[in-house]
């Protein structure tokens, strides 16, 4: 049987919390319906029991203090609601017990902002992470040594799990059930859940923002005029005579400042304002290409799904129903 430690603090999200409990805890009972012994013994670990709103009490589940626990096999760190800095300051008695623990041998995970104290922890640095979409610049800046995948849903590396945004975090716990239970298992929780088992993806959930935390002046002239004339058919050597550099010196310096070349960070507007033409009208792929300042489908297409996961058509169909039934009526 796996011991889990499942993290509860002040600012935790409490469906985060419950989602992984009752995944844990009701793969226990499919187990036992079966004639098989319970794979999981799930712990709620806090600093401090006193006043703590997230100890849940659930059939199974105990409550220990950090002190109280003498052995676990898995550390799951959940996401939090507010901003980093001060939720990290406020639990550091949590990142220290991480690391100490993961020193000793224990693996850990993070579901979603969870990463943060993963990070801090120290126990990422040198190795991939995955995050919600909102905190991978951020945490890009404060833990340059973490190799952050955007794209991924889940990564598992050494013993260190992390996972994607939000409710795809789900998808990481189904990914331990499964690990550790089996395949089969992990197939009949994904049907009693209904997740969709092995997304690999989170891309088409991003939205571009636009990399601005830096002080390169000149670069955010330059990230100005993309923004302003992304329709048109525009160069780099164009884009660099904007900020009055050479070519080889511009492209340097962008990407220092905002971790993608030129032309990454064009086509990504591109492809930012071709989502939300998507998201909100019914109008034609090929009309709605030209509009964002591509003359070729094929290209269009490729560099959309490469930065999206999905095809523009996939896309289309999952975030604007209406249109999808316009066309089809």
């Known amino acids: 049987m796996k011991k889990i430690s499942l993290l509860v603090y002040e600012d935790a999200i409490l469906s985060c919390v419950t989602g992984t409990l009752d995944m844990l805890v009701r793969t226990n009972r499919m187990l036992e319906s079966m004639g098989k012994p319970p794979a999981f013994e799930v712990?709620?670990?806090c600093e401090k029991k006193e006043n703590n709103p997230l100890l849940i009490t659930?059939?199974?589940?105990?409550?220990?203090?950090?002190?109280?626990?003498?052995?676990?096999?898995?550390?799951?760190?959940?996401?939090?609601?507010?901003?980093p800095e001060p939720i990290l300051q406020k639990n550091m008695a949590l990142v220290h017990w991480i690391?100490?623990?993961?020193?000793?041998?224990?693996?850990?995970?993070?579901?979603?902002?969870?990463?943060?104290?993963?990070?801090?922890?120290g126990v990422l640095a040198g190795?991939?992470?995955?995050s919600h979409w909102m905190a991978l610049d951020d945490m890009r800046?404060?833990?340059?040594?973490?190799?952050?995948?955007?794209?991924?849903?889940?990564?598992?590396?050494?013993?260190?799990?992390?996972?994607?945004?939000?409710?795809?975090?789900?998808?990481?716990?189904?990914y331990i059930i499964e690990k550790f239970c089996g395949r089969e298992v992990g197939i009949l929780v994904s049907k009693m859940f209904s997740i969709d088992m092995d997304r690999t993806s989170q891309s088409h959930f991003a939205v571009f923002q636009g990399q601005r935390k830096h002080d390169d002046e000149d670069i955010r002239?330059?990230?100005?005029?993309?923004?302003?004339n992304y329709h048109r058919q525009i160069s780099v050597e164009e884009i660099a005579e904007q900020s009055n550099m050479s070519k080889r010196n511009f492209i340097r310096r962008f990407k220092k400042a905002t971790q993608n070349t030129p032309l990454e960070y064009l086509q990504r507007v591109k492809i930012e304002s071709a989502k939300k033409a998507l998201e909100r009208s019914s109008q034609d792929i090929s009309s709605l290409m030209?509009?964002?300042?591509?003359?070729?489908?094929k290209t269009f297409r490729m560099i959309f799904k490469r930065i999206t996961g999905l095809t523009p058509q996939e896309y289309q169909r999952k975030y604007n129903r209406a249109a999808v039934l316009a066309k089809a009526g």
């Open 43 to 45: 712990s709620l670990v």
């Open 58 to 83: 659930a059939p199974g589940v105990r409550c220990k203090t950090l002190k109280e626990v003498t052995h676990t096999d898995l550390i799951i760190a959940p996401a939090f609601n507010g901003m």
């Open 99 to 121: 690391e100490v623990m993961h020193n000793r041998g224990v693996e850990v995970a993070s579901l979603c902002f969870g990463s943060y104290f993963l990070a801090e922890a």
């Open 127 to 130: 190795k991939s992470c995955t």
């Open 141 to 174: 800046e404060r833990y340059p040594e973490v190799k952050m995948l955007s794209d991924m849903v889940i990564t598992d590396q050494e013993g260190i799990y992390t996972s994607g945004g939000a409710f795809s975090s789900l998808n990481l716990v189904l």
């Open 221 to 228: 002239r330059a990230q100005m005029f993309i923004e302003e």
């Open 290 to 297: 030209y509009d964002v300042g591509y003359n070729d489908v």
